[in-house]
């Protein structure tokens, strides 16, 4: 899987051009003082110093002056959910609301401005940061759209509130499990309403909402989106059409996934033929902790349960086993501490059948994987599973007086998305933002993982970055990508920022790169308040997907 010469998951085509790059910063661990690079047929022929660029100013193309501006590997986007990010940037965000009121108003301004839409979609709220601390109930949005269909799903997705029009078009939704006359609807409940509404988005819609999606990653500097596409998120029709779109440009790169369960290499080929790289992504074996769903060893602080979990041990070892025989990626999402026992389990008893070797070498992963244990680390340490995982989570919903602490307990919370010791144990990680969940935001992502609110959980800037750049890749299965040298990929973007550093938050950190002499590639200062790097330019397998640079 690590060929060079291996196809690029999700590639457009490859520009013809030469371009030399000068007159800026390069940041490339060939040279950690490089200010110029050559792209040539789609990949990386140079990095250098701006003397040596003079050789290739009359064999290319075109000559691009950065005057000073710092020039970077795109970020790849480890798990989004792009027709759901896009349906958010085209319709109805709460992510803003400053109060229930306030979001009842949002509703009424939204219904009133679509009087034609068939269904009234929308989403991002969290009662969590209301003063009223309860989310909307059924009668005040059956009021609030005039009694139409509208589905609200909570900021995690795992819950949703809906209108009474939306629930009568779903026969049977109040006998299903997660329905809740009183309460954000979830389980079977909420998937079932989520279908209904979104059958009702046309197909052009859903394709203005993918392509707004598309160039908003673009113009934050991404150049490559994991879709975590499944039956129970958005449907066949929406993964295939989305790749369709990406493919052909110019666009972000997106490499698929589906969450289905594999039994045999019949069900593999079928995942294979929708375009996905894996049955993995959002393959549930839990839920949230916002909505409860998560599944822990011991209740919640705040409920007297556990969460539920949607698999068991023998069935994670199933589809691993299922994918690694067919040379298929397989992966879980999976936040709470027992759903995380249920799948290094399953992992281990896979690899008992198999073999330890080729379950890490299928490279399978693990989404979110934030309740871990010192057992779970180093059951993916040893599996080589990767973390997928969020730091705008903890941003969000960490410290001792979020959201987590208000679910676990402050004992409890504190433990959550461990990646520093992920790192000390030699895990892979991959950085995304789960969006909508957490908006498009590759620099803020970065600088959450630095600046962690649990200071023992902190990684450096470096850490990080290269976590959201080439940890993508390698996740995907390519380990020559990522990086600005010769030979890879020209994914790389444009950016305006103040001076470089080499970033260590604190003394946990270990400092000896922050030292001139270790000649380590700077990066911009990400100290949480300081104005995060603008983009100018976003390149795709030498393509310009987004341009600002000259404007």
């Not at 989106?225 to 110019?250: Q, V, W």
């Not at 995304?432 to 200071?455: C, E, I, K, Q, Y």
């Amino acid at each position: 899987m690590s060929d060079r010469t291996a196809p690029v998951p999700g590639a457009p085509d490859v520009s013809e051009r030469t371009v030399l790059l000068r007159g800026g910063e390069v940041h490339s661990p060939a040279d950690p003082f490089a200010t110029a690079m050559v792209v040539e047929r789609g990949h990386i022929a140079w990095v250098g110093s701006e003397g040596a660029a003079d050789a290739f100013t009359d064999g290319v193309d075109e000559t691009v002056d950065l005057a000073g501006a710092l020039v970077t590997p795109a970020f790849t986007d480890a798990h989004v959910h792009t027709t759901a990010t896009g349906l958010a940037l085209t319709g109805l965000d709460l992510s803003g609301a400053a109060s229930l009121a306030d979001a009842l108003a949002l509703v009424r301004k939204h219904a009133a401005a679509h009087p034609g839409d068939a269904v009234l979609l929308g989403g991002g709220w969290d009662a969590a940061r209301w003063p009223e601390r309860r989310p909307p109930s059924r009668p005040e949005l059956d009021e609030a759209t005039g009694g139409r269909p509208l589905y609200l799903p909570r900021v995690d997705v795992h819950s949703a509130v809906a209108t009474t029009a939306l629930l009568d078009l779903v026969p049977g939704v109040t006998g299903l499990t997660g329905y809740h006359p009183e309460a954000p609807l979830t389980d079977a409940a909420h998937h079932a309403v989520r279908a209904a509404a979104h059958a009702a988005v046309t197909p052009a819609q859903r394709t203005a909402a993918q392509r707004a999606a598309l160039d908003r990653a673009a113009a934050l500097g991404i150049g490559t989106l994991h879709e975590c596409a499944g039956p129970e998120i958005s449907s066949e029709a929406d993964l295939t059409g989305l790749l369709a779109l990406a493919a052909d440009g110019p666009a972000p790169r997106v490499v698929g996934y589906w969450a289905e369960p594999v039994a045999d290499a019949k069900d593999a080929e079928r995942i294979r033929a929708l375009g996905a790289l894996g049955a993995a992504g959002d393959l549930f074996a839990d839920g949230s902790l916002g909505s409860h769903t998560a599944c822990l060893h011991a209740p919640y602080a705040d409920a007297d349960h556990t969460g539920k979990a949607h698999l068991d041990a023998a069935a994670i070892a199933a589809h691993v086993a299922a994918c690694t025989e067919a040379g298929l990626q397989a992966g879980f999402h999976a936040i709470g501490d027992a759903a995380l026992t249920a799948v290094v389990t399953g992992v281990r008893a896979a690899a008992d059948r198999l073999g330890t070797a080729r379950i890490r070498a299928a490279r399978h992963r693990v989404e979110h994987a934030e309740m871990l244990t010192p057992e779970h680390i180093a059951a993916f340490a040893e599996f080589g599973l990767t973390a997928s995982v969020q730091p705008a989570f903890d941003a969000a919903w960490g410290g001792d007086e979020g959201m987590y602490a208000e679910r676990l307990g402050v004992e409890r919370a504190r433990t959550l998305n461990p990646y520093a010791a992920l790192l000390r144990a030699g895990v892979p990680l991959a950085l995304g933002s789960d969006s909508p969940v957490t908006p498009l935001d590759p620099w803020g992502t970065v600088r959450a993982a630095a600046f962690h609110r649990t200071p023992e959980h902190r990684i450096s800037v470096r850490a990080a970055f290269t976590a959201h750049t080439r940890g993508g890749w390698r996740a995907v299965g390519r380990d020559d990508a990522g990086t600005l040298v010769p030979g890879a990929p020209a994914d790389y973007a444009v950016w305006r920022t103040g001076d470089l550093v080499v970033q260590a938050p604190d003394d946990r950190v270990a400092r000896w790169s922050t030292d001139p002499r270790s000649g380590t590639p700077g990066l911009p200062d990400l100290t949480p308040g300081a104005e995060l790097p603008f983009c100018l330019r976003t390149v795709v397998s030498g393509q310009i997907i987004f341009d600002r640079l000259n404007g």
